[in-house]
Each structure stands twice: as structure tokens, then as C-alpha cells.
């Protein structure tokens, strides 16, 4: 997992505003949250209302899967007793 998250900073333009808000400046960060919002803004933008739902329906199905594993972590413990 940790090679995968290192890997992402790898990648050009993503990749580097990441790593500038980790590792940069304390102000960094809010310019990396800027530039989401501004790009999400501009995918709504262009692509209108489908974005909007295609983002909601992603959205639901992470959120989803992440309440199941946060639920049923017990069932993937590694420990046998």
C-alpha cells in the first residue's frame, strides 16, 4: 500500500500538487483544496449535470464500501482463536 501512495505522487500534474501539499509550505495545502474545488467546478462546468450524478453515484458506492469494511473488519481479522 505504501508503494502504491508513492507511486500516485509519481504522476505528473497530480503528482506534484500532492507532494507540494505534503511536503511544502503550511499554505500549500489550502492552494491543493482550491484547486480541487476550482476543478470540480470546471468539470460541472463542462460537463453539467451528468458529472453531477456520475460523482454522486461514485460517491455512494465508496461511501458504501468503506461502511462495510469499517463494519466487517472483525471478519477479516487475522488472528484464529
Known amino acids: 500500500m505504501r508503494s502504491a501512495a508513492r507511486a ?3 504522476v505528473p500534474v497530480v503528482g506534484w500538487f ?4 505534503i511536503y511544502g509550505l503550511p499554505d500549500a495545502k489550502y492552494y491543493f483544496i482550491a484547486n480541487l474545488i ?3 467546478a470546471c468539470m460541472v462546468y463542462l460537463f453539467g449535470y451528468a458529472f453531477l450524478i456520475l460523482y ?3 460517491a455512494t458506492s465508496v461511501a ?3 461502511l462495510i469494511l469499517l463494519t ?3 471478519m477479516f481479522s ?4
Open 64 to 66: 458504501m464500501i468503506s
Open 56 to 58: 454522486a453515484l461514485t
Open 38 to 40: 476550482f476543478a470540480f
Open 8 to 10: 500516485f505522487l509519481h
Open 78 to 81: 487475522k488472528k484464529r482463536g
Open 18 to 21: 500532492l507532494k507540494d501539499a
Open 72 to 74: 466487517a473488519s472483525d
